[in-house]
T-cell receptor
């Protein structure tokens, strides 16, 4: 069965420090992978996606993620966190052909300390 | 429209009452999805529409839940005889085609509270 694991429920990072949010997936084929961000009271916004090719993908707001097939991981990174990055982050996986629903992780809440 | 619009943004209802949640997708988006987000949980898939038909409704939790889409546009999610466990944020998303490489655009959600 498809599943996504985000092992960290909460993470606190100092402003200006680097960030890595973990995502591991279980999927029977080469998946499409996504990171979404949800600010309080808002819908989800797509940060970046991986379909194929270069395993390091760049997204909006200075985020990047690296697909590691051998580790079934798609970790999200940012070199220097800003206070406005405080939000909840969701990793999602879906098939690379046709439609099937995206499967989401339970999210990681990022807190940014001064 | 410019984005996915959901209404109402907040809904408080008494247990046992019926509620309707509305989603207005981006114009031209043929695929529409409903997800539910409960406190401390990830997003739970409910149903997907391609045009007016629903090829996958496997996530609807019970027969109290139903959804329809008309004119390939607006969708309504109806919950009958609401229960407290139905309290959640209901998110709607749309995409140009029912292919994951287009990605979803989400609405801001409807927060449903059953008292």
């Amino acid at each position: 069965a498809q599943s996504v694991t985000q092992p960290d429920i909460h993470i606190t990072v100092s402003e200006g420090a680097s960030l890595e949010l973990r995502c591991n997936y279980s999927y029977g084929a080469t998946p499409y992978l996504f990171w979404y961000v949800q600010s309080p009271g808002q819908g989800l916004q797509l940060l970046l996606k991986y379909f194929s090719g270069d395993t390091l993908v760049q997204g909006i707001k200075g985020f990047e993620a690296e697909f590691k097939r051998s580790q079934s991981s798609f970790n999200l990174r940012k070199p220097s966190v800003h206070w406005s990055d405080a939000a909840e982050y969701f990793c999602a996986v879906g098939p690379n052909t046709g439609f099937q629903k995206l499967v989401f992780g339970t999210g990681t809440r990022l807190l940014v300390s001064p | 429209g410019a984005g996915v619009s959901q209404s109402p943004s907040n809904k408080v209802t008494e247990k046992g009452k019926d509620v309707e949640l509305r989603c207005d997708p981006i114009s031209g988006h043929t695929a529409l999805y409903w997800y539910r987000q409960s406190l401390g949980q990830g997003l739970e898939f409910l149903i997907y529409f391609q045009g007016n038909s629903a090829p996958d409704k496997s996530g609807l939790p019970s027969d109290r839940f139903s959804a329809e889409r008309t004119g390939g546009s607006v969708s309504t999610l109806t919950i009958q005889r609401t229960q407290q466990e139905d309290s959640a944020v209901y998110l709607c998303a749309s995409s140009y085609e029912a292919l994951n490489n287009y990605g979803y655009t989400f609405g801001s959600g409807t927060r449903l509270t059953v008292v």
